[in-house]
């Protein structure tokens, strides 16, 4: 029987029988399709898993849902039925993927093209360091209340609109962002209140 390899089917059976409870073990990943992600495991001679289900924070009515990438070193929980039957807890640190050293105190998301967010619940503060666009729709209003100072730095803003007495939007006859914002701190009002 040509390509028949008998010492593999070996090795198989031997670790399939010696892991007969529940194992946590490494490995990288090594294909994502939908909720789930295969893994090839560290100890396991180069096979890799059926695909596992991935562990998230939330997936009903809240959804907090991050798969995995293609190469990512994880953690796998298996329940000793097979490679087909456990779960991807999640990454961990490697060599070739250190931790960022920050404190704990501190949530850190760091996305691929380099857009960084932190939040220090100690000091109550968000920053956010984005490589590109930020857009915000909402079907309500928006407000900004600061004890402190806003500060806004704009490359390029034009004259707010205004509301017609017909109800249309009409650009402002040159009342602009920086002016509707010093006249509003200056008489404790909001901007565009009559």
């Not at 409870?21 to 295969?38: H, I, N, P, Q």
């Not at 930020?134 to 209340?145: F, L, Q, R, S, W």
Request: overall charge neutral.
């Amino acid at each position: 029987m040509a390509g028949f390899d008998i010492a593999h089917l070996e090795r198989r059976i031997a670790a399939l029988e010696a892991n007969r409870g529940a194992s946590l073990r490494f490995g990288k990943v090594t294909g994502v399709e939908g909720g789930y992600a295969r893994v090839q495991l560290a100890d396991g001679h180069g096979m890799v898993s059926m695909p596992l289900a991935t562990l998230h924070r939330r997936v009903l009515r809240d959804q907090d849902i991050t798969m995995p990438d293609q190469g990512e070193p994880v953690a796998v929980l298996f329940s000793g039925q097979g490679l087909e039957a456990g779960v991807v807890l999640g990454a961990v640190y490697s060599p070739a993927v250190p931790d960022p050293a920050q404190d704990a105190h501190i949530d850190y998301r760091r996305y691929e093209d380099g857009t960084e967010l932190w939040y220090d619940r100690v000091r109550h503060r968000l920053i956010a360091k984005v490589e590109g666009d930020i857009e915000a729709k909402t079907t309500g209003k928006v407000d900004i209340h600061a004890a402190g100072t806003l500060v806004a730095v704009v490359a390029g803003i034009g004259p707010p609109p205004r509301q017609s007495d017909e109800g249309r939007l009409e650009p402002d006859t040159g009342l602009g962002l920086r002016r509707c914002v010093s006249r509003c701190h200056a008489n404790q009002r909001r901007c565009g209140a009559k």
